[in-house]
């Protein structure tokens, strides 16, 4: 690895993975390819399930901890990783029924013990911040106790002078050409992004330089930046004082790269963040799209 190079992570969002041989082989194949490039991090930016069950995230955990794609594995929660309808009890929420199975999940692949679906890490230097929803709707919810907890890691964080990277599956709404994108004929704000709470949610963003927030959900493929007039949207935008990604679906997208197995390569510098499409499950694939980010 180059000795200029702090970090490199593979980020894969929407696995979606089920009891299903066809879906644990097609993600094995995928994690053994970024095995072979020798990152340092794997990022699984939610909806690693397509139902929150045990069964899917026992299949998740066995395949990490088989394959062991990099060095550290963070992973995000979405919004079908709270459908856990096997095992909820008469008057309990998906998300209680869900949620301790995820942290299982976290603690197990990541070495990260949480008693809530946010947490925060720092890898080779670099901080990441994790968003979790505390509800089980198709949309997200933060609640006000995240959000105090939020201003206060971004403001530890921000004394890096480095990136920062905000993990969240949900983007914030009207970003990405959503409500559009989201691909349903009812085009509802609230569905497709953290809805009422987005507002609040970027104010605080907004406090902070260097900030890159990194979502998924919408499955909306990859619409490369330079296409932004053409297309009425992007992937990739600026939106005020942060940069916010948008990933396309490893699965089904309803726009742009159709073909399964897509994510993105994350390589930060102590001077910029490199971000390259590539997809992850056809061996030898090249990047077929790239963005670089410089610190100012």
């Known amino acids: 690895m180059d000795k200029n190079?702090?970090?490199?992570?593979?980020?894969?969002?929407?696995?979606?993975?089920?009891?299903?041989?066809?879906?644990?082989?097609?993600?094995?194949?995928?994690?053994?390819?970024i095995k072979k490039?020798?990152?340092?991090?794997f990022v699984t930016l939610g909806d690693t399930t397509d139902h929150?069950?045990?069964?899917?995230?026992?299949a998740a955990?066995?395949?990490?901890?088989?394959?062991?794609?990099?060095?550290?594995?963070?992973?995000?929660?979405?919004?079908h990783d709270t459908?856990?309808?096997?095992?909820?009890k008469p008057g309990q929420s998906e998300i209680d029924a869900s949620l301790p199975l995820f942290l299982d999940f976290l603690r197990k692949t990541s070495g990260i013990v949480s008693k809530t679906a946010w947490y925060k890490a720092e890898v080779k230097g670099v901080p990441f911040i994790v968003l979790g929803t505390v509800g089980d709707s198709v949309g997200g919810k933060l609640g006000d106790e995240q959000l105090v907890w939020l201003d206060e890691a971004l403001k530890e964080a921000a004394k890096s002078e480095g990136f920062i990277f905000v993990l969240s599956h949900w983007p914030l709404k009207n970003t990405h050409g959503l409500p559009k994108t989201f691909g349903e004929k009812e085009l509802n704000e609230n569905k497709c992004s953290w809805g009422d709470e987005s507002d609040k949610l970027n104010?605080?963003?907004?406090?902070?330089?260097?900030?890159?927030?990194l979502?998924?959900?919408?499955h909306m493929g990859w619409v490369p930046h330079e296409k932004l007039r053409i297309r009425g949207f992007s992937s990739v935008e600026v939106v005020g004082n942060i940069l916010s990604v948008n990933l396309p679906c490893c699965s089904i997208n309803h726009d742009g790269y159709?073909?399964?197995?897509?994510?993105?390569?994350?390589?930060?510098?102590p001077d910029a963040a490199v971000f390259r499409l590539r997809n992850f499950i056809l061996p030898g694939s090249p990047a077929v799209d790239k963005l670089t980010i410089e610190k100012k």
């Open 5 to 33: 190079v702090n970090l490199r992570a593979a980020i894969l969002s929407d696995i979606h993975l089920r009891d299903s041989f066809v879906r644990r082989r097609f993600l094995t194949r995928g994690l053994k390819n």
């Open 37 to 41: 490039r020798d990152y340092d991090l």
């Open 52 to 58: 929150g069950n045990k069964t899917a995230w026992f």
């Open 61 to 79: 955990q066995r395949l990490l901890e088989a394959v062991r794609p990099a060095k550290r594995s963070l992973a995000v929660i979405g919004n």
């Open 83 to 88: 459908w856990n309808r096997d095992a909820r």
């Open 203 to 213: 104010a605080i963003l907004q406090k902070y330089d260097r900030v890159v927030l």
């Open 215 to 218: 979502s998924g959900h919408s």
């Open 258 to 269: 159709l073909l399964p197995g897509y994510g993105l390569d994350l390589t930060v510098t």
